[in-house]
């Protein structure tokens, strides 16, 4: 088992609810989770995820954008919040702030993101029209660290939902959001654990994969006798 000075110390990156951050927060408290989250930091002091980190007691700290004048200079100060909480490893969780190459860099196979679509399906925003408008019958969520160009970067992991007739974006983001929470402590648990880490810019697993049923999108079915 490990001893919780080997629990990687994570920094969790929100600009809003904070649903993700959440369920980090939850698995982190896990005796046997190889992470501990250490900080959350907004960069907008209005995001309902600050309140939601405090009463889970953990240090919270608002980094607004808007009083840098700069992206490097927005980037120096959280760059210093990171260090001075001992950061091994950086969660974007609702992030919604492009980050330049130099924070990118710093933060090599140390940040992860979460992204509401199967990457590279519909990197971006409004990922859960877009994928009712394709008429795509799995959609899902991915875990990736981060690079330089948007929702790009090795995968970690991913989960895939059903979409059904009648979704609408709300439905099928809701079926997402739920899939997204199991997901993230899962691909964290990968990465803080040692079991996943980047090779060649691909996710290598050093634990045996369980191989999962297929999920199929209309589900199988025979016709019914006439
Ligand atoms: C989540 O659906 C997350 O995947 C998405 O923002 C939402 C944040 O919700 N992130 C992105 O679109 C990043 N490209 P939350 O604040 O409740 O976790």
């Not at 190889?34 to 309140?51: D, K, T």
């Not at 969780?93 to 933060?107: C, E, I, N, S, Y």
């Not at 519909?122 to 330089?148: I, Q, S």
């Not at 979409?163 to 990465?191: I, K, M």
Request: glycine share 6%.
């Amino acid at each position: 088992m490990l001893t919780p000075t080997a629990k990687k110390r994570v920094a969790i990156l929100i600009s809003g609810r904070g649903s993700n951050m959440v369920s980090l927060l939850e698995a982190a408290r896990a005796p046997d989770y190889p992470a501990q989250i250490v900080l959350v930091v907004s960069n907008r002091p209005e995001a309902a995820g600050l309140e939601r980190a405090r009463a889970a007691g953990v240090p919270t700290l608002a980094i607004d954008h808007k009083q840098f004048a700069t992206r490097m200079a927005f980037e120096a100060k959280l760059h210093q919040a990171l260090l001075d909480a001992r950061t091994d490893l950086v969660c974007n969780a609702g992030f919604m702030r492009m980050l330049t190459g130099g924070f990118v860099d710093r933060w090599r196979d140390r940040q992860l993101n979460i992204h509401p679509s199967l990457l590279p399906a519909f990197p971006g925003l409004d990922t859960h029209e877009r994928a009712l408008g394709e008429g795509v019958k799995v959609h899902g969520c991915t875990v990736h660290f981060v690079r330089l160009e948007m929702d790009t970067g090795p995968i970690v992991a991913q989960a895939a939902v059903p979409v059904l007739p009648g979704d609408t974006p709300e439905s099928l983001g809701a079926r997402v959001l739920e899939a997204e929470h199991r997901l993230y402590p899962h691909a964290l648990r990968l990465v803080a654990s040692g079991a996943a880490r980047v090779v060649n810019e691909t996710i290598e697993m050093v634990v045996p994969n369980v191989v999962p049923k297929t999920l199929f999108s209309p589900a199988l079915y025979s016709a019914p006798e006439t």
